[in-house]
């Protein structure tokens, strides 16, 4: 089974991203910003710059990954998810930027400010950045997900674009179309593809005889299976019309039952759609 990109990222990727926080933390010491070039020397400015960066990029960066998990879950804008997050997630990294500033800068040992005026300005400089990292934290996964992959037991790894292409696949049903997305399914799964579920930035597919996971966001996995009959029903599914069985209502949410006995849920955006294509009743 492909392994699942961490939440909470890799080590690697971790120090990669503090180290450059690192960087950025140096050069401000050096060239002392907001006042504090004239209020320290070098060595005391760098070790106060490097200490709110890593502070801050700590805090962020785990707010920054829940809030695109959460906007995943529960078919949230991420934007909306993100921006919201960061406001809490000031919260607390004002109160530990101005412990943190009291303690170690000379200038404000034992002073601290006012709490409101703090948290502005956290919040000014964190709603940006976070967005920033979240867009190249999105990046970075979208080119691992088109890396190819290479299977060797029961794990896989990416392997280099200039590998030799893998032997083609059995031909797919021509009830299914032939989009590019079934070539990236183990072969041990056929090419009876029923739904596709988003898990963190890869999806997990499942068809008539298991389910793996595959390193690809939905939308370009949506994108490859152009010619298959099937429709997104939420953020975070897209649903093969072969593979339901039925809808039903759960609460006041749509389910659609699948063929093997999964429920997809069906956002409100999409009830309309499905409506118009005879999945559920008009009624």
């Not at 809490?88 to 990294?93: D, I, K």
């Not at 934290?137 to 080119?143: L, N, P, V």
């Not at 739904?195 to 793996?212: F, I």
Request: net charge positive.
């Amino acid at each position: 089974m492909t392994r699942r990109h961490p939440l909470m990222g890799t080590p690697r990727e971790w120090a990669i991203d503090l180290a450059i926080a690192g960087a950025i933390g140096a050069f401000l010491g050096v060239i002392g910003p907001f006042g504090t070039y004239q209020a320290a020397g070098a060595p005391m400015r760098i070790a106060y710059w490097l200490g709110n960066l890593w502070i801050g990029f700590g805090v962020l960066s785990l707010t920054s990954r829940l809030a695109v998990r959460t906007a995943e879950r529960v078919d949230l804008p991420v934007w909306f998810s993100l921006g919201l997050a960061i406001a809490v997630g000031a919260a607390p990294l004002t109160l530990i930027l101005r412990l943190y500033s009291a303690l170690i800068w000379p200038p404000n040992h034992g002073l601290t400010g006012p709490l409101f005026g703090t948290y502005v300005q956290v919040l000014i400089l964190s709603e940006p950045l976070a967005f920033v990292f979240y867009y190249l934290m999105d990046q970075r996964w979208s080119r691992a997900a088109d890396r190819p992959v290479e299977t060797t037991g029961a794990e896989s790894r990416p392997v280099e674009a200039i590998a030799a292409p893998a032997a083609a696949p059995a031909a797919a049903p021509a009830a299914l179309g032939a989009g590019a997305f079934f070539e990236r399914l183990p072969a041990r799964l056929g090419r009876e593809l029923l739904c596709l579920r988003m898990e963190d930035h890869y999806v997990r597919a499942h068809t008539a005889r298991g389910s793996d996971l595959i390193l690809i966001p939905l939308k370009v996995a949506i994108a490859e299976l152009e010619g298959v009959e099937g429709l997104q029903v939420h953020r975070s599914w897209w649903v093969a019309r072969g593979a339901v069985a039925r809808s039903r209502l759960r609460g006041r949410q749509v389910v659609l039952e699948l063929t093997n006995g999964l429920e997809a849920p069906v956002s409100r955006a999409a009830v309309a759609r499905l409506k118009a294509a005879g999945w559920i009743s008009a009624d």
